[in-house]
């Protein structure tokens, strides 16, 4: 009786998993993958959360990936020797995968400096069949330089911070990323909306739900 | 003027955080982390994804972790030694965390054997302002080794795997769970009906909105 049970327990275990297209329908979104990359002080912090509020005023479950909930917790063992910045952007970049699996809208805001980490997050998306988009927040290095909100910037010039991306740690521009966002030159809110644009154009939202969202509150959405 | 624009920036980043006010009336429930725990074979991923289907049929968002898409994928890094199974938990319970801080009602499906572990997992919710609930599935160890479908009891026994939960590993039944699950006694569907009754009624889902979601399926959701 219990074998019999267990098998069929077996079948139910393969019949009922849900999927993509199942929460895409339940959220109206594809789960998917936007990654913020830039220099120290380019503004991915700012324009992550910027454009995550827009997205959840929308009807939209977007979220944040960056080093204050994933240093402090998942990445806490983690230093940054050169290793441990590697490491710290393969979790990133593996946890990215499981939202978006998940059908969420995750944003990541990492320095992210090297081409071959990046190209592993975007190869891992794609090879699950996920979406993903890789976003250079470009803004020139006098620029964010002076904005040094944390004054790292001044401590990595006196040396008494080593490695620090942009001064004595290369920070490789992305080759072809699927957007560029400046912001030197535009507002966060505005930079949102570059953003938001081009989540519709690439499918990642669909037109409809898009056009639907613009005069929607979430206390009015799903209910 | 670009010295002006980082302030107005940073004082739009403070307003701008999403509140998990506003992801909960989005998502109409509470982001939680369910954790199963329970000997091999007890039947937790079975529960795990019945469980799934049901919340996702009804309109809610839940997403399960196990180690199908752990193991392949953050934690790759680690083998069964003590040290990388505790390594493990640490992590699962760090990434459901930041699920439930999205909003999402998230599963996880590890044997996770030591009440050490667990309450790492429940202490780390806790601090955080998150629902968290310990479900116990219990079968007892002959039903578990009977049912045995990857045939690691009897290799285990064999001697062939060493470290075994349950054979030569300890298996540390929870003191005080939110709940006890019989997988011995009850089908799959049975089960996910106690655990749904159990989140209805822990706050986890609004009683509002699960009997409106009786009658509702994903592509009546939000639109």
């Given at each position: ?26 959220l109206n ?23 995550e509020y827009e997205l959840v005023m929308r009807g939209f479950l977007a ?150 969202s613009?005069n929607r509150t979430p206390s009015m959405g799903r209910k």
């Amino acid at each position: 009786m219990i074998d019999a049970k267990v098998k069929a327990t077996n079948i139910l275990w393969h019949c009922t998993q849900v999927t993509h297209d199942l929460r895409e329908s339940l959220l109206n979104q594809k789960g998917s993958t936007i990654w913020m990359t830039g220099l120290p002080s380019s503004g991915k912090s700012t324009t992550a959360f910027a454009l995550e509020y827009e997205l959840v005023m929308r009807g939209f479950l977007a979220y944040v990936l960056d080093g204050d909930n994933v240093r402090h917790g998942l990445n806490k063992d983690l230093g940054f020797s050169a290793q441990d910045r590697a490491e710290n952007i393969r979790r990133v970049a593996e946890v990215a995968k499981l939202f978006a699996d998940a059908g969420v809208l995750v944003i990541t805001s990492f320095i992210s400096p090297y081409r071959e980490e990046r190209d592993f997050a975007r190869r891992i998306h794609k090879e699950a069949g996920q979406s993903f988009a890789e976003i250079f927040i470009d803004a020139p290095l006098e620029v964010c330089e002076a904005r040094d909100p944390k004054g790292l910037y001044a401590k990595a010039r006196r040396g008494e911070l080593k490695g620090f991306t942009g001064i004595d740690d290369p920070y490789e521009p992305p080759f072809a990323p699927e957007l560029v966002c400046e912001t030197a030159n535009y507002s966060p809110p505005e930079i949102a909306s570059q953003i938001m644009d081009f989540l519709v154009q690439a499918g990642f939202l669909s037109k409809d739900s898009y056009s639907r969202s613009s005069n929607r509150t979430p206390s009015m959405g799903r209910k």
